[in-house]
C-alpha cells in the first residue's frame, strides 16, 4: 500500500511570494494534518482536514491556510512568506478523525523563504 | 513554561550500549504517551505507544510512562548504527490532536 506523498519535496520560495504544498493521503484514510518542523519550535500542529472540512485549527496566522479535495488529497498554501516560514512541513493521514495513534507522516516538503 | 519538556541532546553512543530517552510533561489530561523515530529527510514515523503507567517492550525498545512523576522514557537495548535518529515524544488527551516534544537526536557510533 502506497504511504503518504508529499510535493513537492523541496522548494526555495522569495519572501513575499506564496507556496502550495500537496499531501495525498494512504488509500482509505480520510483526515488529513498538517505539521511545521523547524529546530527551535519542534513539531507544531498546523490544520486537520476530515471530509473537506477543516476540524481542528493550531496557532498560526490566517497566511496559512489549506483545503481538502473530495478524493482526500490536501494542499495547504502559505502567503506573503516571511523568512521565519522556512521549515520542513509535514503532512499525516488517519484512518478517521482524533485517531493519531494511527497517524502516517509522509516524507515532508522543505521550504527555505530567502 | 511548555507542556512537554524533551531531553534536547544530541546523544553519541557506541554500539550496544542501552540508550535512554526522557521526556517530562505537565498536561494532566494526556492519556496516550508515543514515541516517533524521524530518520534524516523522512517524516516521523510511530514506533511505540501506551495509555498506562508502566513499561512497554517491543524487541529492542522499551517504553515506561510514569504517570505519578509525568515522566516517560524510551530504552533502546544494544543499540546499533540504524537506531541513529530523531526521536520525538509525543502526548494525546484523546480529545484532539497529539502535542510533541522538540526531538532528541541520537548517533550511534560503530
Known amino acids: 500500500k502506497a504511504g503518504v506523498t508529499q510535493t513537492p519535496r523541496y522548494l526555495i520560495k522569495t519572501r513575499g511570494q506564496q507556496v502550495t504544498l500537496s499531501c495525498s493521503p494512504i488509500?482509505?484514510?480520510?483526515?488529513v494534518s498538517w505539521y511545521q518542523q523547524t529546530p527551535g519550535q519542534g513539531l507544531q500542529f498546523l490544520f486537520e482536514y476530515f471530509s473537506e472540512t477543516q476540524r481542528n485549527k493550531g496557532n498560526f496566522p490566517g497566511r496559512f491556510s489549506g483545503r481538502q479535495f473530495s478524493n482526500s488529497r490536501s494542499e495547504m498554501n502559505v502567503s506573503t512568506l516571511e523568512l521565519g516560514d522556512s521549515a520542513l512541513y509535514l503532512c499525516?493521514?488517519?484512518?478517521?478523525?482524533?485517531?493519531?495513534?494511527?497517524?502516517?507522516f509522509g516524507q515532508g516538503t522543505r521550504l527555505t523563504v530567502v | 513554561q511548555k507542556e512537554v519538556e524533551q531531553d534536547p541532546g544530541p546523544l553519541s553512543v557506541p554500539e550496544g550500549a542501552i540508550v535512554s530517552l526522557n521526556c517530562t510533561y505537565s498536561n494532566s489530561a494526556f492519556q496516550y504517551f508515543m514515541w516517533y523515530r524521524q530518520y534524516s529527510r523522512k517524516g516521523p514515523e510511530l514506533l511505540m505507544y501506551t495509555y498506562s503507567s508502566g513499561n512497554k517492550e517491543d524487541g529492542r525498545f522499551t517504553a515506561q510512562v510514569d504517570k505519578s512523576s509525568k515522566y516517560i522514557s524510551l530504552f533502546i537495548r544494544d543499540s546499533q548504527p540504524s537506531d541513529s535518529a530523531n526521536y520525538l515524544c509525543a502526548f494525546n488527551t484523546n480529545a484532539g490532536k497529539s502535542t510533541f516534544g522538540d526531538g532528541t537526536t541520537l548517533t550511534v557510533k560503530p
Open positions: 488509500s482509505g484514510h480520510r483526515s
Open positions: 499525516a493521514s488517519t484512518p478517521a478523525l482524533g485517531v493519531d495513534t494511527e497517524a502516517f
